[in-house]
Every structure is written in structure tokens, then in C-alpha cells.
């Protein structure tokens, strides 16, 4: 476990503090018969990644410029910019010959091995032996070595940044280094949709703060120990037992999920919340806020339980103050047991246990973007998607059974977390409706309490909104690795 000091150039600029994007690459790729033609491809590349130290200056030039242009009553330009970062999966490592015994076993299976138990839909084969096959993309189905992340403020500085990476291995010659298995392609929303997912809600607002990076958190942002990102840092329980070139580095989970907007529209139309004097469209939103925890605009329903607060959700010093601690909340009175946001993140909840769960190592850091088109008019009338879009998800942790995993099979996907009292009638929270899943059997979920005034009331949830199509467990190597123990 190494105590001394972080240095912002050894880490890859996506993990602590996010790689500035209004467009973004996901490079996914296999390399070639010539791995000491890769290597020599990733000591090129190597200037071209992006360290923390440089993520953190663009988005300090990102903060001047908007705020020289709000001083002048302006717009603020897009500044151009670029960013890239590159890991490997554990097939990569083994290709590489790199010492693979990094002391994860979901990442040395990869993610197809972990998705049965993540609830994914698939087919069962094979007698007496079943085997799962989850139904994924064909994409992804091979196990593929690493993925190199292109992020820029537009299609054309990326397609740019893109030339330059794809030259260093050689891409499009005949000596080519590595080929592309998928490129997965995503964009901020437009206009007011910026920062908003798919089904329209703000993203992005809670992450934890890490010791000795984020030194001025938000009020309700919990700091968490840089050892529950990075490998090898105070709160890496396996530190011990890892390579000394994971020191730095980070597991990578990359999900592709496939989101059902008109479907999920259609669900809260048809199910509004009836309270007091609330219209059939405020009762709607209502719901949709109850089951991310969250309205639209960000607001967090713990503190803003019956109408949302713009005013609130812009504000970051009150938007994440909030612990699940409001009277009644305990049977979710203010915010539902089952909410996403609930789910993801307990805060107090299990610090009010009898004996209090630690919540510290199953924090992550999420990324990720949106991709795919607006919905168009003829979805929005069918009630019916026809055009794919959703999230293509990825989160940083030093330890994937304790952080992605974790959350996804023991909170998202477990009806009676989280654990409300020990004696019966115990609550039954209900499945996380955004993302928490069982293996095909999509109409098996349901939710407590969705309603305020009927805190044990079931609503069933009759499909899956959010389906997954595919992922990997990466790992994102710190710079001083990657130039000697990865490249030639
Ligand atoms: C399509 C899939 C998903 C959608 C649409 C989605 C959407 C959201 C939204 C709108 C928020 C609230 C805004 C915020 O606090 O940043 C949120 C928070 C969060 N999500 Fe997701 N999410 C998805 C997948 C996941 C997955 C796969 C995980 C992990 C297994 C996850 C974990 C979290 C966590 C930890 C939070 C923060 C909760 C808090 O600290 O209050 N999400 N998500």
C-alpha cells in the first residue's frame, strides 16, 4: 500500500478527473500477430495520452473561458480540445505478456464470464453442464485486448485526434498493429438536453470526492480514500498481493446499454402519481423523479419530495446535502428505497444499521455519454423505440466485485436492499427500476412505495427499460506502466 504523494502525471486523465467531451470515441480493438509492432505503436502514442495533470488544466480553461464570456455577456466558444486514454483487458494483458495476476477475478474472466450474474438477459445451452450466453452484441462476444477512449469538443477535432492515434499503430497500412472490433460513438445531447441522459435526467452530479484530489468537497460529498480508485493506494485492500505496475492504475468498466425512452415514457403516463391537486403530467414526473431519485433537473427528491426546484439542482454547494435521513424516510416517504439514486449510493442508510456496513468501498467514479439519435417524432407517437440509443456507461474502481459489481448484483438487483428494519412487516425496497435486472424475466420487477402516501403499496414494473448489449472489464494503467512495462 504506497502512502506518498499523487502525482497527476502518472495517471491517466479520465479517472479522477474525466476527460472534457462534447464527443467521444470508444475504440474497442484486438492486437495483431506483431505485438512488439503494438509496442513500439504504443510508445508513440504515449505523448498523445492524456495525464490528470492536463485534464485538470483543460477543464480549468474550460472554467476561464466561460466565465470571461458570462462577464461580457457573451456565449462562451468551444474550446478545441482533445483527450485520450487506453486500457487493456485482461486477453490484453496475456497478449502483451504482460504479469496478468492482478488480483481480480471478474477482470481475469472478463465481463461475458460475470454476466449471468449481473442479471443480463440470455440463453441457457448444454446438458448437464448449462452454460449462459448472455444476448449481447456480436461485438462483444469475442474478447477483445483494450480500448482507446477519443474524447473532443467536436466530431471533427476527434476525427482528427483519431488520424493521429490510428497512425500510430499503423492503422489502414498492411503492418497494421491492431484492428478496430467496434468503435462505440457518443455525444453530449443537444441544447437543453446537455448533461441529461436518454430518459431526460440530469447525469453526472454525484461523484465522491478523492483525498488529496478533490481537497474542497461539496457539502454531502463524501471523500473517499484514493485506494477505492487506484490500485495500490491507502484503501486497496489487495494491494498487497498486486504487481507493482498496477500501482496507479484503475479497473475500467465499460457497459453498452441500450435505453427504451418512449417505452419508459409510456410507463409513467400511464402510472402518474395521484396526490392532492397534481395534474396527470405532474404526477407522471413525479413518478420518473421517485424512480431515479432525482427530477429532470437534477434536484434530488429527498429534498425536493412533491415539486421539482430548479434553483436547487444548480446548486452544488445543496444538491448532493442529503443522507435519506428525513422523517419517514426509512419506509421512503421523501425518496423511494428502490430509487437508482438511492440504490447506487445508500449514504446513510447503512450507517444507520444495527451494525453499520461500510458504504466507502463501493463508491465509483462514473464516466460515460450518451449515444445515439433524439427521439423522433413517429417514436414519440408509437410509443415505441426504433432508433437505438442510451448510455454507454463506464465507471472507475480499484476493485471491480467490490465497486461496479457490487452495487449492480447486491443493491441494484436485490428487492429487500436496502434493509429497512429487522422485524417483520420488513419493507420490501423492490428492484432498482432503472438498471436493476433479473435474467429474462423481464416482467418480474417491481417497487415499493413508488407512491409517498402508500409506502408499501407495489407497483409493477412491466419491462426492462434499460437493456444491456454488451461490455468488458478493462484496466487503465498508469503512465509510468504503460512506458515500462507495456510499450517496447
Ligand atoms: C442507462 C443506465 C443508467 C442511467 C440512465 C443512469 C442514470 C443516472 C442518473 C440520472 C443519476 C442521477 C444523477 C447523478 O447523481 O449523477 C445516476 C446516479 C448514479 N448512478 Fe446511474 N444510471 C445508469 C446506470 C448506472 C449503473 C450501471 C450504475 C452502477 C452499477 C449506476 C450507478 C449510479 C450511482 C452510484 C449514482 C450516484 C448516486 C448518488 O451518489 O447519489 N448507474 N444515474
Not at 310 to 335: S, V
Request: contains cysteine; glycine residues 10%; charged residues 20%.
Amino acid at each position: 500500500m504506497s502512502s506518498d504523494t499523487l502525482n497527476f502525471d502518472d495517471i491517466q486523465g479520465d479517472i479522477l478527473v474525466g476527460l472534457p467531451k462534447r464527443v467521444q470515441q470508444y475504440i474497442i480493438f484486438q492486437i495483431g500477430n506483431n505485438v512488439a509492432g503494438f509496442k513500439q505503436g504504443l510508445t508513440q502514442l504515449l505523448p498523445l495520452i492524456t495525464t490528470t495533470t492536463q485534464a485538470m488544466r483543460n477543464r480549468a480553461a474550460i472554467a476561464a473561458n466561460k466565465k470571461a464570456a458570462q462577464e461580457q455577456g457573451k456565449t462562451p466558444e468551444l474550446l478545441r480540445m482533445s483527450g485520450v486514454n487506453i486500457a487493456f483487458s485482461h486477453a490484453g494483458l496475456a497478449a502483451l505478456k504482460v504479469n496478468d495476476n492482478i488480483r481480480d477475478d471478474l477482470f481475469t474472466n472478463g465481463q461475458q464470464d460475470d454476466a449471468q450474474a449481473l442479471g443480463d438477459p440470455g440463453a441457457f445451452s448444454g446438458f448437464p453442464i448449462r452454460h449462459f450466453t448472455p444476448s449481447w452484441d456480436a461485438a462483444f462476444r469475442n474478447k477483445t485486448h483494450g480500448m482507446i477512449i477519443v474524447a473532443g469538443d467536436s466530431n471533427e477535432t476527434v476525427a482528427e485526434t483519431r488520424q493521429r492515434v490510428e497512425q500510430c499503430f499503423n492503422v489502414g497500412g498492411f503492418n497494421a498493429t491492431i484492428s478496430e472490433v467496434i468503435t462505440l460513438g457518443g455525444h453530449v445531447r443537444p441544447g437543453d438536453q446537455r448533461g441529461h441522459e436518454h430518459f431526460g435526467f440530469m447525469d453526472g452530479i454525484s461523484q465522491p470526492a478523492v483525498k488529496g484530489v478533490d481537497t474542497s468537497p461539496n457539502p454531502g460529498q463524501d471523500t473517499i480514500s484514493q485506494g477505492v480508485i487506484l490500485c495500490k493506494r491507502d484503501g486497496d485492500n489487495t494491494s498487497l498481493f498486486r504487481p507493482s505496475w498496477a500501482k496507479d492504475g484503475s479497473f475500467l468498466v465499460l457497459r453498452y446499454y441500450r435505453q427504451l425512452v418512449p417505452e419508459f415514457n409510456t410507463f409513467l403516463e400511464k402510472n402518474p402519481i395521484r396526490e392532492g391537486n397534481l395534474t396527470q403530467k405532474q404526477g407522471s414526473e413525479l413518478l420518473g423523479a421517485r424512480l431515479m431519485g432525482r427530477w429532470k433537473s437534477g434536484a434530488p427528491v429527498d429534498l425536493a419530495p412533491f415539486q421539482d426546484d430548479p434553483d436547487l439542482a444548480e446548486d452544488p454547494t445543496r444538491n448532493n446535502n442529503f443522507n435519506y435521513t428525513a422523517q419517514n424516510d426509512n419506509r421512503g416517504a421523501n425518496c423511494p428505497l428502490a430509487a437508482h439514486s438511492r440504490k447506487g449510493n445508500p449514504r446513510h442508510d447503512l450507517r444507520d444499521m444495527p451494525i453499520p456496513i461500510p458504504l466507502e468501498p463501493h463508491r465509483i467514479i462514473r464516466r460515460g455519454i450518451p449515444f445515439g439519435p433524439e427521439l423522433s417524432s413517429e417514436e414519440t407517437v408509437s410509443g415505441m423505440t426504433s432508433q437505438e440509443r442510451g448510455l454507454i456507461f463506464v465507471c472507475y474502481q480499484s476493485n471491480l466485485s467490490d465497486g461496479f459489481a457490487f452495487i449492480q448484483k447486491t443493491w441494484a438487483n436485490q428487492p429487500l436492499f436496502p434493509p429497512k428494519g429487522l422485524f417483520p412487516p420488513v419493507p420490501r425496497p423492490g428492484y432498482d427500476p432503472i438498471i436493476g435486472q433479473v435474467n429474462n424475466a423481464e416482467s418480474a420487477r417491481s417497487i415499493e412505495g413508488a407512491d409517498p402516501l402508500a409506502p408499501t403499496g407495489s407497483l409493477s414494473l412491466p419491462m426492462e427499460w434499460v437493456v444491456p448489449r454488451g461490455g468488458e472489464y478493462y484496466f487503465s494503467p498508469s503512465l509510468p506502466a504503460l512506458r515500462s512495462t507495456f510499450a517496447a
